[in-house]
């Protein structure tokens, strides 16, 4: 789990660097946001159980997010993000369902920051509550085709219950169509 973490965020920080590249060698790389888009991914994801993220709260997450692009450089949606502890018979799961904004810095497009504030979650042992959730991250859209882009990102996800916060941290590789 640490290796895929450790390439997505590898991945994160070499992709601005070859969309430079590639526009100093008159290449020229457009992130084309307009309309309808849809995203959806899968990684890994470790729970904050006592302030470190250890072992003890690894797990695998996904999201799927899609909405509507008021400008090029601004998205908005709705987003389901979620963990489960996948190796815990005891079903440790965590669930935010948000509304999300991603801001793109750069008229070009690909790296982004993203916010969602919505409700949350937590089931242990089978029982569920629920609380407000709130998720923020980065990604990178990389381009593969004319409205195809694959995207990792990395989540935070806080939950808040009647007298706790919890939070999980989630790395994903998702893909998106614009």
Known sequence: MRALASMIVLGLLAVPLGDGVAQTRGLRVVHK?????????????WEDFDGSFGNQGRG???????????NPQVLFGGEVLGWFDGGDPDN?????????????PSRA?????????????????GAERGGLGATVGTGFDLRLGRNFY???NVDYLVQFFDNSTTGTLLV????TWH
């Open 60 to 70: 695998g997450a996904f999201y799927l997010r899609m909405g509507g692009t008021p």
């Open 150 to 152: 694959v995207t990792p």
């Open 33 to 45: 946001h307009q309309g309808f888009w849809l995203s959806a991914g899968a990684g890994g994801g």
């Open 109 to 125: 497009g690909g790296w982004f920051l993203k916010t969602g504030v919505g409700f949350a979650e937590h089931t242990v042992f």
């Open 172 to 175: 994903t590789f998702g893909v």
């Open 92 to 104: 440790f799961e965590r669930w935010n369902v948000t509304g999300t904004v991603l801001a793109y």
